[in-house]
Structures are given as C-alpha cells and as structure tokens.
Nanobody, 125 residues
Framework: HVQLVESGGGSVETGGSLRLSCVTA????????MGWFRQFPGKEREGIAT???????EYVDSVSGRFTISRDNARDSLYLQMNNVKTDDTAMYFC????????????????????WGQGTQVTVS
C-alpha cells in the first residue's frame, strides 16, 4: 500500500513562489514514476509534471519554465517548486504515482495514476 502526503500549499501573490512537498511510503517499485496533477473547480484532474526514479523530468507547456519537479529518493520525497505563479495556477495539487504500464509523462490521463495524495490547495491572487 502506498501513502502520499502533500504539504506546502497556501495563498501566494501573482509572481510569487511556493514549494510543494510530498512524503511517500510504500513499495519502492510502485514509485518509479511520480508526478503532480492539479484540478481546477469543475474540471477533471490533469497532469502537469512527472519525474522518473533517476530524476528525468517532463512538464506540460503551461508550467514549463516556471515549475520544477524534483525528488529525493533517500528521503522518499517529491517536490514541486512553483515560481512566477499566475492566477491560472489556482487549483488543488495532487502528488501521484504513475502505473508502470504507462509512459512517465504528465500528458497521460488520470487512468495512468495508481495512487493519489489527499491534495493541497494553492491560491494565487
């Protein structure tokens, strides 16, 4: 069983920065590919960044150049550094693990996700 616990959300002004963290627990093989999804009110959850176990990241265009995903395998932790945030980034953010049968890419649908964190709210004003 995999557990994902996010922290670091909150309110931030446009142009500011925020760092999300996710502490993980569970079988290591289930956490080879990890990522961050987000959900706007009334919308389906969508991927924004993924990272392989060896640290290769991928981003969707809307966050590329502003957000940085990273992981510390020794600490079983995943991070999302959010810089130059915009009001359009206001959403609930989820730490996820991606099923091994799917590519490690943020453009995969929610069907690629096998475990979700509880989410952390980010509000940009």
């Amino acid at each position: 069983h995999v557990q994902l616990v996010e922290s670091g959300g909150g309110s931030v002004e446009t142009g500011g920065s925020l760092r999300l963290s996710c502490v993980t627990a569970g079988p290591r093989f289930t956490r080879d590919c990890m990522g961050w999804f987000r959900q706007f009110p009334g919308k389906e959850r969508e991927g924004i960044a993924t990272i392989t176990f060896d640290g290769s990241p991928e981003y969707v265009d809307s966050v590329s150049g502003r957000f940085t995903i990273s992981r510390d395998n020794a600490r079983d932790s995943l991070y999302l550094q959010m810089n130059n945030v915009k009001t359009d980034d206001t959403a609930m953010y989820f730490c996820v693990t991606i099923r091994g049968s799917y590519p490690c890419r943020p453009t995969e649908s929610i069907r690629a996700v096998n475990y979700w964190g509880q989410g952390t709210q980010v509000t940009v004003s």
